[in-house]
């Protein structure tokens, strides 16, 4: 009778031995995780928006869905603002800015400098787009502090993702594994720029804002997964 050779499974299965991953195989199932739970980020913020737009809308009687702005969901006195300020403004804000800072994690650091302050004030949007929750419309008087301030965080959120769009998008340009990335930045900050001031020439107010937030969601949804996995050097 041979003994059975050194190393080898003495039942008789070297397929049945059970396989070791090695620590890059690990690493590299820990990376592929992490990158799935980053895509989910943009389209969670996504769904939450629309949903609150949505739902809160259906319980609001006499809303319209496109004569009236998102913000009056919100506003001081309606029912469920504070639900709706959660939901479909903080939520979605702070989740964005989650999206941009795991984006400005991924520039590779010789990347040109305009990517990385880019993405700082894509962060900056996100802050601004929370704290139009936190600073909620009063439709009893649209000139107090209070709709001033919304009005500021709205501003914010415009003036922060515009240019950081933008400069993100002529920055990634210049790089051919960013390339897809930087087109999606320009179109989605050129488009809100349009939506935002030049295209309420053309509809009402609250359609071409809505407009802006659904060119925006586009962005939250699509840059995590067309943007390179990785750092690189």
Not at 29 to 53: D, K, N, P, Q, T
Not at 201 to 212: D, E, G, W, Y
Request: include cysteine; glycine fraction near 12%; charge should be positive.
């Amino acid at each position: 009778m041979v003994p059975p050779a050194a190393g080898r499974n003495p039942t008789g299965g070297i397929g049945r031995e059970r396989r070791q991953c090695g620590p890059c195989e690990q690493a590299g199932c820990s990376m592929s995780g992490l990158h799935r739970w980053e895509r989910a980020l943009g389209i969670a913020a996504a769904v939450l928006f629309v949903g609150a737009v949505l739902g809160f809308g259906a319980a609001l009687p006499l809303f319209d869905p496109i004569g009236h702005p998102v913000a009056l969901l919100g506003a001081m006195g309606v029912p469920h603002a504070l639900a709706f300020n959660i939901v479909g403004f903080a939520l979605p804000g702070l989740l964005a800015s989650l999206v941009a800072l795991r984006l400005l994690l991924r520039v590779p650091r010789t990347a040109p400098w305009s990517m990385r302050v880019g993405a700082q004030l894509l962060m900056l949007a996100g802050v601004g787009f929370t704290a139009m929750g936190v600073l909620p419309l009063d439709t009893s008087d649209l000139d107090n502090p209070a709709s001033q301030y919304h009005a500021s965080a709205w501003m914010v959120w415009v003036l922060a993702f515009v240019p950081g769009a933008v400069m993100s998008g002529i920055g990634a340009l210049r790089l051919p594994a960013w390339r897809a990335v930087g087109a999606l930045h320009l179109a989605c900050g050129l488009g809100v720029l349009l939506s935002a001031f030049a295209l309420q020439v053309l509809l009402p107010a609250p359609l071409a804002q809505r407009v802006a937030f659904g060119v925006w969601l586009v962005w939250l949804v699509a840059v995590l997964p067309l943007a390179p996995g990785a750092r690189r050097a």
